[in-house]
Protein backbone atom coordinates (compact mmCIF):
# COMPACT_ATOMS: atom_id res chain seq x y z
CA UNK A 1 0.00 0.00 0.00
CA UNK A 2 1.17 3.55 -1.04
CA UNK A 3 1.92 6.71 1.43
CA UNK A 4 -0.09 9.84 -0.33
CA UNK A 5 -1.45 12.93 0.40
CA UNK A 6 -4.64 13.66 -1.96
CA UNK A 7 -7.02 16.89 -1.78
CA UNK A 8 -9.80 18.41 -3.91
CA UNK A 9 -10.32 22.08 -3.42
CA UNK A 10 -12.28 22.03 -6.97
CA UNK A 11 -15.67 23.51 -5.55
CA UNK A 12 -17.38 24.82 -2.53
CA UNK A 13 -16.12 21.50 -0.03
CA UNK A 14 -12.33 20.22 0.56
CA UNK A 15 -11.36 17.45 1.22
CA UNK A 16 -7.63 15.78 2.28
CA UNK A 17 -6.98 12.02 2.36
CA UNK A 18 -3.59 10.98 3.69
CA UNK A 19 -2.92 7.13 3.75
CA UNK A 20 -0.06 5.79 5.42
CA UNK A 21 0.27 1.93 4.74
CA UNK A 22 -3.26 0.23 4.90
CA UNK A 23 -4.31 3.18 7.40
CA UNK A 24 -6.15 6.25 6.15
CA UNK A 25 -7.45 9.59 7.11
CA UNK A 26 -10.32 11.30 5.53
CA UNK A 27 -10.73 14.96 6.13
CA UNK A 28 -14.05 16.64 4.78
CA UNK A 29 -15.70 19.88 4.92
CA UNK A 30 -18.78 20.62 3.06
CA UNK A 31 -18.36 24.01 2.83
CA UNK A 32 -15.81 26.02 3.50
CA UNK A 33 -16.96 29.18 1.75
CA UNK A 34 -14.43 29.11 -0.63
CA UNK A 35 -11.75 29.96 1.93
CA UNK A 36 -9.48 26.98 0.45
CA UNK A 37 -6.01 28.50 0.39
CA UNK A 38 -6.91 29.50 4.43
CA UNK A 39 -8.30 26.28 5.41
CA UNK A 40 -5.96 23.98 3.22
CA UNK A 41 -2.78 23.74 5.04
CA UNK A 42 -4.25 23.36 8.10
CA UNK A 43 -6.24 20.59 6.76
CA UNK A 44 -3.75 18.77 5.78
CA UNK A 45 -1.45 19.39 9.24
CA UNK A 46 -4.35 17.45 10.94
CA UNK A 47 -4.45 14.43 8.62
CA UNK A 48 -1.05 13.86 8.60
CA UNK A 49 -0.32 13.98 12.85
CA UNK A 50 -3.17 11.52 13.25
CA UNK A 51 -1.61 8.89 11.06
CA UNK A 52 2.00 10.19 11.95
CA UNK A 53 3.46 10.69 8.59
CA UNK A 54 5.66 13.16 7.42
CA UNK A 55 5.41 14.74 3.97
CA UNK A 56 9.08 13.54 3.37
CA UNK A 57 7.45 9.66 4.03
CA UNK A 58 4.63 10.01 0.78
CA UNK A 59 4.92 8.34 -2.40
CA UNK A 60 3.61 10.51 -4.09
CA UNK A 61 0.72 13.58 -4.31
CA UNK A 62 -2.79 13.78 -5.46
CA UNK A 63 -4.90 16.80 -6.28
CA UNK A 64 -8.40 17.04 -8.19
CA UNK A 65 -7.28 19.02 -11.57
CA UNK A 66 -11.06 19.93 -12.78
CA UNK A 67 -13.35 21.21 -14.16
CA UNK A 68 -15.02 23.21 -11.36
CA UNK A 69 -13.55 26.27 -8.96
CA UNK A 70 -11.34 27.66 -11.29
CA UNK A 71 -9.26 29.43 -8.01
CA UNK A 72 -9.93 26.02 -6.30
CA UNK A 73 -8.06 24.02 -8.54
CA UNK A 74 -5.18 26.44 -8.96
CA UNK A 75 -4.59 26.14 -5.07
CA UNK A 76 -5.17 22.57 -4.84
CA UNK A 77 -2.36 21.78 -7.40
CA UNK A 78 0.27 24.41 -6.19
CA UNK A 79 -0.32 23.07 -2.79
CA UNK A 80 0.63 19.37 -4.31
CA UNK A 81 3.42 20.94 -6.42
CA UNK A 82 4.87 22.24 -3.20
CA UNK A 83 5.41 19.12 -1.68
CA UNK A 84 6.38 17.41 -4.73
CA UNK A 85 9.23 19.56 -5.10
CA UNK A 86 10.69 19.75 -1.36
CA UNK A 87 10.20 16.07 -1.19
CA UNK A 88 11.41 15.03 -5.28
CA UNK A 89 8.44 12.84 -5.14
CA UNK A 90 5.78 12.21 -8.15
CA UNK A 91 2.73 13.79 -8.71
CA UNK A 92 -1.14 12.26 -9.56
CA UNK A 93 -3.51 14.25 -11.33
CA UNK A 94 -7.20 13.09 -10.63
CA UNK A 95 -10.18 14.82 -12.64
CA UNK A 96 -13.26 15.83 -11.06
CA UNK A 97 -15.04 12.80 -13.11
CA UNK A 98 -12.43 10.17 -11.68
CA UNK A 99 -14.13 11.07 -8.70
CA UNK A 100 -17.57 9.89 -9.78
CA UNK A 101 -16.29 7.27 -12.10
CA UNK A 102 -14.31 5.50 -9.73
CA UNK A 103 -17.55 5.57 -7.48
CA UNK A 104 -20.23 4.60 -10.23
CA UNK A 105 -21.79 0.97 -10.75
CA UNK A 106 -22.96 0.77 -14.14
CA UNK A 107 -21.07 -0.50 -17.31
CA UNK A 108 -21.69 2.62 -19.10
CA UNK A 109 -22.14 5.78 -17.91
CA UNK A 110 -21.61 9.48 -17.95
CA UNK A 111 -20.44 12.09 -15.15
CA UNK A 112 -21.92 15.18 -14.65
CA UNK A 113 -20.92 18.62 -12.81
CA UNK A 114 -22.83 21.22 -12.21
CA UNK A 115 -21.45 24.58 -13.95
CA UNK A 116 -23.69 26.50 -13.02
CA UNK A 117 -26.21 29.45 -15.36
CA UNK A 118 -27.79 25.85 -16.40
CA UNK A 119 -24.77 24.17 -18.09
CA UNK A 120 -22.81 21.05 -17.11
CA UNK A 121 -19.79 19.29 -17.62
CA UNK A 122 -20.15 15.80 -18.60
CA UNK A 123 -17.81 12.86 -19.76
CA UNK A 124 -18.93 9.43 -21.00
CA UNK A 125 -17.40 5.94 -19.83
CA UNK A 126 -17.19 2.15 -20.36
CA UNK A 127 -15.97 -0.79 -17.95
CA UNK A 128 -14.29 -2.97 -19.70
CA UNK A 129 -14.37 -6.91 -18.87
CA UNK A 130 -10.77 -5.85 -16.37
CA UNK A 131 -13.27 -3.66 -14.59
CA UNK A 132 -11.00 -0.44 -16.46
CA UNK A 133 -12.87 2.55 -16.66
CA UNK A 134 -12.60 3.92 -20.45
CA UNK A 135 -13.57 7.45 -21.62
CA UNK A 136 -16.22 6.87 -24.08
CA UNK A 137 -17.35 10.92 -24.41
CA UNK A 138 -14.19 13.24 -23.76
CA UNK A 139 -14.91 15.82 -21.31
CA UNK A 140 -17.04 18.89 -23.21
CA UNK A 141 -19.69 21.39 -21.72
CA UNK A 142 -23.35 21.43 -22.10
CA UNK A 143 -26.57 22.45 -21.90
CA UNK A 144 -29.25 20.76 -19.21
CA UNK A 145 -31.35 20.18 -22.65
CA UNK A 146 -28.15 18.24 -23.83
CA UNK A 147 -27.51 16.14 -20.92
CA UNK A 148 -31.09 14.85 -20.76
CA UNK A 149 -30.40 13.48 -23.91
CA UNK A 150 -27.56 11.77 -23.03
CA UNK A 151 -28.69 7.73 -23.12
CA UNK A 152 -26.86 6.58 -20.19
CA UNK A 153 -26.80 6.47 -16.44
CA UNK A 154 -25.84 10.07 -14.73
CA UNK A 155 -23.90 10.57 -12.10
CA UNK A 156 -23.06 13.67 -9.82
CA UNK A 157 -22.31 15.47 -6.99
CA UNK A 158 -25.61 17.99 -6.66
CA UNK A 159 -29.14 17.30 -6.46
CA UNK A 160 -29.45 17.51 -10.27
CA UNK A 161 -32.96 17.32 -12.20
CA UNK A 162 -32.69 14.60 -14.76
CA UNK A 163 -33.89 10.93 -15.26
CA UNK A 164 -31.79 8.16 -14.18
CA UNK A 165 -29.68 10.16 -12.40
CA UNK A 166 -27.47 9.19 -9.13
CA UNK A 167 -25.93 11.92 -5.85
CA UNK A 168 -22.62 10.55 -5.16
CA UNK A 169 -21.27 11.66 -1.93
CA UNK A 170 -18.24 13.13 -2.62
CA UNK A 171 -16.57 12.88 0.82
CA UNK A 172 -15.92 9.03 -0.28
CA UNK A 173 -14.91 9.40 -3.90
CA UNK A 174 -11.57 10.81 -3.44
CA UNK A 175 -9.32 7.87 -2.32
CA UNK A 176 -11.10 5.38 -4.66
CA UNK A 177 -10.06 7.22 -7.51
CA UNK A 178 -6.58 7.94 -6.25
CA UNK A 179 -6.05 4.65 -5.69
CA UNK A 180 -7.28 3.40 -8.86
CA UNK A 181 -5.01 5.18 -10.83
CA UNK A 182 -1.82 5.19 -9.41
CA UNK A 183 -0.02 3.77 -12.35
CA UNK A 184 -0.69 7.66 -13.80
CA UNK A 185 1.98 9.04 -11.73
CA UNK A 186 3.77 11.87 -13.28
CA UNK A 187 6.74 14.54 -12.60
CA UNK A 188 3.68 17.53 -13.31
CA UNK A 189 0.47 18.03 -13.62
CA UNK A 190 -1.86 20.31 -14.87
CA UNK A 191 -5.67 21.93 -14.60
CA UNK A 192 -8.39 21.00 -16.84
CA UNK A 193 -10.38 23.37 -18.34
CA UNK A 194 -13.15 22.17 -20.34
CA UNK A 195 -13.93 26.59 -20.74
CA UNK A 196 -12.79 29.02 -20.28
CA UNK A 197 -12.88 31.23 -17.26
CA UNK A 198 -15.46 33.61 -17.21
CA UNK A 199 -12.83 36.46 -17.07
CA UNK A 200 -11.42 35.24 -20.31
CA UNK A 201 -15.22 34.93 -21.55
CA UNK A 202 -15.78 39.15 -20.10
CA UNK A 203 -12.11 39.73 -21.65
CA UNK A 204 -13.41 38.03 -25.13
CA UNK A 205 -16.83 39.83 -25.14
CA UNK A 206 -15.17 43.11 -25.20
Do not use: W
Amino acid sequence: MSNFIAIDTSSRYLTVVAQKGKRFVLRHLPECAMQHSVILMDEIDKALDELSLTPAECDFFAAVVGPGSFTGIRIGIAAVKGFALATGKKLLAITSFDLLAYNAVDEKFCAVIDAGRGSYYACGYAVGADGNKTVIMPPCYLSGADVSALKMPLYGFEALPFKGYTKTDVKNCLRPAVCANQACLADEIFALYVRKSQAEENRNAT
